[in-house]
Nanobody
């Protein structure tokens, strides 16, 4: 079974930056969608960003972002395909939440924000912006 471990959360001032990491327990050898979600107290879990990595000789990648983070956050993956990053810049207090990474096989698609589509989740990492 795939296990995900998030790290990199913490406290930062408004306008600052953080980079979250999501490390998988094994190499993903098939196409998969990895997403970052966040959940603030009393709010629903929100899709923040997603990354689709295809397989094969001409593997393609596609990124998706929530409207509230476009232009500020960037999702990427390392060459070993075991860690997905979320670079968060120009942080705002409303970005404060527990951030989770999640993985599902296949495309992210226009439905990437639907949390129930993902069958592997990390334990979450707290981000606080003040």
């Amino acid at each position: 079974d795939v296990q995900l471990v998030e790290s990199g959360g913490g406290s930062v001032q408004t306008g600052g930056s953080l980079r979250l990491s999501c490390t998988t327990s094994r190499h993903t050898d098939s196409s998969a969608c990895t997403a970052w979600f966040r959940q603030a107290p009393g709010k629903e879990r929100e899709g923040v960003a997603a990354l689709y990595i295809g397989t094969g000789g001409s593997a393609t990648s596609t990124t998706y972002y929530g409207d509230s983070v476009k232009g500020r956050f960037a999702i990427s993956q390392d060459n070993a395909k075991t860690t997905v990053y979320l670079q968060m810049n120009t942080l705002k207090p409303e970005d404060s939440a527990v951030y989770y990474c999640a993985v599902k096989r296949g495309l992210c698609g226009s439905w990437w924000r639907k949390a129930y589509e993902y069958n592997h989740w990390g334990q979450g990492t707290q981000v606080t912006v003040s």
